[in-house]
Nanobody
Framework: QVQLVESGGGLVQAGGSLRLSCAAS????????MGWYRQAPGLQRELITH???????YYKDSVKGRFTISMDNAKNTVYLQLNSLNPEDTAVYYC??????????????WGQGTQVTVSS
């Protein structure tokens, strides 16, 4: 079994910063990709960034230049540095990981979500 545990959310003023972490543990052979979605009230969950095990990254346009994703392969942990936050970034942030329990199969796992609230 695999678990993803997130931490680092909170309340911050506009222009501030937060750092989110998401650690995967359990039966892990390898991790192909980790990333972050977010879901604001009344809106659909949206993909904002991901990183592959080789370090390739993707960012949604609205977070480019403000958010930075990184991954510590040895710790099976992904980080999301959020800078220059604005109220539109308020949402529950969910991490995910595409994990191989063995060389022949993979499965998507999700964290429990962490609230980020940006006040104006």
């Amino acid at each position: 079994q695999v678990q993803l545990v997130e931490s680092g959310g909170g309340l911050v003023q506009a222009g501030g910063s937060l750092r989110l972490s998401c650690a995967a543990s359990g039966s892990i052979y390898s991790i192909d990709e980790m990333g972050w979605y977010r879901q604001a009230p009344g809106l659909q969950r949206e993909l904002i960034t991901h990183i592959t095990s080789r370090g390739s990254t993707y960012y949604k346009d609205s977070v480019k230049g403000r958010f930075t994703i990184s991954m510590d392969n040895a710790k099976n942990t992904v980080y999301l540095q959020l800078n220059s936050l604005n109220p539109e970034d308020t949402a529950v942030y969910y991490c995910y990981a595409d994990i191989n329990a063995n060389p022949y199969s993979h499965q998507l796992y999700w964290g429990q979500g962490t609230q980020v609230t940006v006040s104006s």
